[in-house]
């Protein structure tokens, strides 16, 4: 750009302070969302995942054993043990007997707790606790302790979420769902877009003009009476009327005025010297598609494709409505949306699954952004 | 599974075939009902015109009828349905209105609506402007430009979730494990539950939008810019006029045209906004939109479609002034074609 604004320095740095800042806005909640499913699922609760790299700490309270299981040595009675049982193991960085004071002496010092009794706690949770006279009661020493744990990541959270949540089936339904609904569409909607654009014939005028207003015609308007159509059809034919066919034609029907409008408005802006030379040279109708204007067309049906296979991958309402909920039909979107419902506040499972959800999108769309961008410039009316 | 990737290749391979088969044969079929070689000069050019008036119809018959079931006849059915009962049997005349005129829930999903039409369209606009201007002027710009349009190609349950987890809320005290409550407790702040605080949750929800839509006003409007002839930028430097006023009034005006074009595509977008709300609190808190409210009649008590229907024709009495205006945009640039 030829602006000769924010020359001076101060100038130019805060452009790339604010370029900088809204990057950051834009990008943080995609990272929070991976970095934290790959954490180890103890750690994702106990700190915030921008702590991740760092040792989490956290202050907790445990009892010692009872008087059941001292010993005796050197004329003194002594409970030894670890703090942490069998359980995993913690550092400890200090330790405390009142919860006033949780944290009053360091790990591998000796306590004087009064009357002789000491207890000493080491970093990896071994204590020691001896005194002068026998021990009483069942009820052990109460010890407040803080605890760290190393930054620990692991990709477990995967292999529960495909394999045990049912995201891994999902994501096939998802493909199986938007591969045929990307492909069908494309062919139907070039045939039509080169005929509103090459070919005379009389209500073309109209056709475009209800094309461009179904365009923005609220997928709500189609829900229930195709709903009611597939329950009837379903019906008569005695076939479940939740089918994978029922949605490959819905989104066909439901992508196809964007298609048309999409191809249209680029095919209508091919050269006509090459339509009119085919044509003397006898080419038909036919002829001159297949051979010469789908070959041309080749960036903006690979436009299209991308925005429909975009579209349906990432649709929940149209599977809500014409699939079922069978562990057989949902689709990614659907299942992260029920994992919403039944693992809610679980965000080892919630934030593996939707980035399982959003990495099939960020493929294509990072590898073929070229031609997602030519679309968008080219069919800014449809909105989603 | 197996029988079911196969089952769609099969159909893919039945569907582009059938296409394909479909087109070739009604074409070919044509030239033997009129053929237009070896016959007569004069039964030539009688058989060609006849292909002529038959063969844009083959090319756009299948289209035509996809549409005609998936969409022009649904929005008819629906406008019918409305005047029905649930079960779409009986007549009701205007009762659904009446309810529609009198309902709770309606009314607050309307002014949520309005809401979000006030508020996201012109946030995404405004922002996208700011940081296409901005991105255009660093060498990295192209690289922040892809970040920032990278929610784009993310789905809203997706989105709805990376922002849960940024609202996600702990009691005072505890450790936040969501970014902004541990922001604000970082600051001395009191931790919120942002999704069900009254009124400015649906703001909270508003946002996943914004950060979803601003990369593609982003990239149009970039584009708009780089249109903008160098000269009056020019000009306006060497008239000595400041980077805000080149901003408002050079660059801002030369792009009307685009950023209207934005602006309603964001604006169709958030009438039919309905993942969002369904995933983050399903309309509860007052938070609930119209096409919310819709699925939710569809699917109540199994479904009050007449209900439902009303609700829909609301959404679209909406989109309807935008949708003339596409129209008579269209038919002024293809006017000469």
């Not at chain 1, 159509?229 to 939740?242: E, I, T």
């Not at chain 1, 073929?368 to 069919?379: K, N, S």
């Not at chain 2, 044509?30 to 058989?47: K, Q, Y």
């Not at chain 2, 919310?292 to 679209?316: E, Q, S, V, Y």
Request: proline fraction near 4%; aromatic fraction near 14%.
């Amino acid at each position: 750009m030829a602006t000769k604004t924010g020359k001076s320095f101060i100038g130019r740095f805060g452009v790339h302070i604010a370029v900088l800042v809204f990057v950051a806005i834009w990008t943080i909640p995609t990272l929070g969302i991976l970095v934290s499913s790959l954490r180890d699922k103890d750690q994702i609760v106990a700190s915030g995942w921008w702590n991740s790299f760092a040792s989490s700490s956290q202050s907790e309270a445990g009892r010692l054993p009872g008087a059941s299981a001292k010993t005796q040595k050197d004329g003194k009675y002594v409970i030894e043990g670890n703090i942490f049982g069998d359980g995993p193991k913690r550092e400890i960085s200090a330790f405390g007997v009142k919860s006033s004071a949780p944290t009053q002496y360091k790990a591998g010092s000796v306590a004087d707790l009064n009357d002789g009794v000491t207890l000493q706690m080491n970093a990896d949770g071994s204590f020691v606790l001896s005194s002068p006279k026998p021990f009483e009661g069942d009820r052990g020493q109460r010890v407040y302790y803080a605890s760290s744990a190393p930054p620990k990541f692991t990709t477990e959270n995967y292999q529960t979420v495909l394999f045990s949540e049912g995201i891994g089936r999902s994501f096939m339904n998802s493909l199986t769902v938007t591969i045929p609904a990307t492909v069908i569409p494309i062919l139907i909607a070039a045939f039509a877009a080169y005929a509103l654009a090459w070919m005379r014939f009389p209500g073309r005028a109209l056709l475009i003009a209800v094309i461009i207003g179904l365009l923005v015609v609220p997928l709500q308007m189609s829900l229930i009476p195709l709903l009611r159509l597939y329950n009837g059809v379903g019906a008569f034919f005695g076939v479940p009327s939740k089918t994978y066919l029922g949605i490959w034609l819905a989104h066909t029907g439901f992508g196809l005025p964007f298609a048309i409008y999409l191809l249209r408005s680029y095919i209508a802006g091919l050269p006509r010297e090459i339509m009119e030379s085919a044509r003397i040279d006898g080419a038909s109708d036919f002829e001159i598609f297949v051979k010469i204007v789908l070959p041309l067309s080749f960036p903006v049906l690979a436009s299209f494709a991308i925005f429909q296979f975009l579209w349906v991958w990432n649709d929940l309402l149209v599977a809500m409505v014409f699939l079922g909920t069978g562990p057989d039909q949902i689709v990614l979107t659907a299942k992260l949306n029920a994992l919403l419902g039944s693992r809610g506040g679980k965000w080892e499972i919630l934030t593996t699954s939707a980035f399982i959800t959003i990495i099939v999108p960020l493929f294509v769309f990072f590898s073929l952004q070229r031609y997602f961008v030519r679309g968008l410039l080219a069919g800014s009316v449809k909105g989603g | 599974m197996a029988a079911q990737i196969f089952s769609a290749i099969f159909v893919i391979i039945i569907g582009v075939g059938g296409c394909v088969a479909y087109f070739w044969g009604a074409n070919r079929l044509l030239d033997l009902i009129f053929p237009s070689r070896g016959v007569s000069g004069a039964a030539a050019i009688n058989n060609l015109r006849r292909q002529g008036y038959v063969r844009p119809w083959l090319f756009v018959g299948p289209a035509l009828i996809i549409l005609a079931i998936y969409l022009i006849y649904p929005v008819v059915a629906t406008l019918w349905l409305s005047f029905f009962d649930r079960g779409g049997t009986s007549f009701v005349g205007l009762a659904n209105y009446e309810w529609a005129v009198g309902d709770h829930d309606l009314r607050n999903s309307i002014f949520n609506n309005l809401l979000w039409l006030a508020v996201v369209p012109a946030a995404c606009t405004f922002l996208g402007l700011i940081i296409a201007v901005l991105t255009d002027k660093i060498w990295w710009g192209t690289i922040a430009k892809s970040l920032i349009f990278l929610p784009l190609a993310i789905s809203f349950v997706g989105a709805s979730v990376i922002w849960k987890f940024i609202y996600e809320y702990r009691g005072e005290g505890q450790v936040q494990i969501g970014l902004l409550n541990a922001i604000i407790q970082y600051f001395g702040g009191q931790p919120q539950v942002w999704i069900s605080l009254p009124f400015w949750n649906n703001f909270f929800l508003m946002v996943i939008l914004i950060w979803i839509q601003t990369g593609f006003a982003m990239v149009i409007l970039s584009s708009a810019l780089r249109g903008i002839p160098e000269e009056t930028l020019e000009a306006a430097v060497i008239d000595g006029a400041n980077p805000f006023q080149i901003f408002w009034k050079i660059m801002v005006p030369q792009i009307w045209g685009t950023i209207a074009v934005v602006w309603t595509t964001i604006t169709i977008l958030v009438l039919k906004v309905f993942d969002i709300v369904l995933t983050m609190t399903n309309g509860q808190w007052n938070t609930q939109v119209l096409a919310n409210l819709m699925f939710d009649w569809m699917f109540r008590g199994g479904g009050d479609f007449g209900r439902g229907a009303t609700i829909a024709i609301i959404i679209m009495i909406a989109v309807i002034p935008i949708m003339v205006w596409n129209i008579r945009q269209a038919n002024k640039e293809t006017g000469g074609h």
